[in-house]
């Protein structure tokens, strides 16, 4: 069984860059598609960005295309988003998931394993 772990949440403000982390233990996370969900206040959670086993394959919300970037280091076991020019909308509970597929799933049916979540607070 697998488990991940996000990091790297905190406050900044309109304009600025944030990574955050998502470091699996457990098992590899290599054979699994992973995707970075987020839930603002008051709003269902949505799938921000997702990756493939292999990181050929991405995809990103309308949201957030442009601005934000997944990438995976399986060396690390080690998921990552980079955001950048965050703006206030982006304040949210960001989640790393695992799928038990390696597929791209833009959905959330296949992911099985599930953080805690990180705090995103972007103030202006």
């Known amino acids: 069984q697998v488990e991940v772990v996000e990091s790297g949440g905190g406050v900044v403000q309109v304009g600025a860059s944030l990574t955050l982390s998502c470091q699996g233990t457990?098992?590899?996370?290599?054979?699994?598609?992973m995707g970075w969900f987020r839930r603002a206040p008051g709003k269902e959670r949505e799938l921000a960005a997702a990756?493939?086993?292999?990181?050929?394959?991405?995809y990103y919300s309308d949201a957030v295309k442009g601005r934000f970037t997944i990438s995976r280091d399986d060396a690390k076991n080690t998921i990552y988003l980079q955001m950048i020019n965050l703006e206030p909308e982006d304040t949210a509970v960001y989640y790393c998931?695992?799928?038990?597929?390696?597929?791209?799933?833009?959905?959330?049916?296949?992911?099985?394993?599930w953080g805690q979540g990180t705090q995103v607070t972007v103030s202006s």
């Open positions: 457990g098992r590899t996370l290599s054979r699994s598609a």
């Open positions: 990756i493939d086993w292999s990181g050929s394959s991405t």
């Open positions: 998931a695992a799928s038990r597929m390696g597929y791209l799933d833009t959905t959330s049916n296949s992911y099985g394993y």
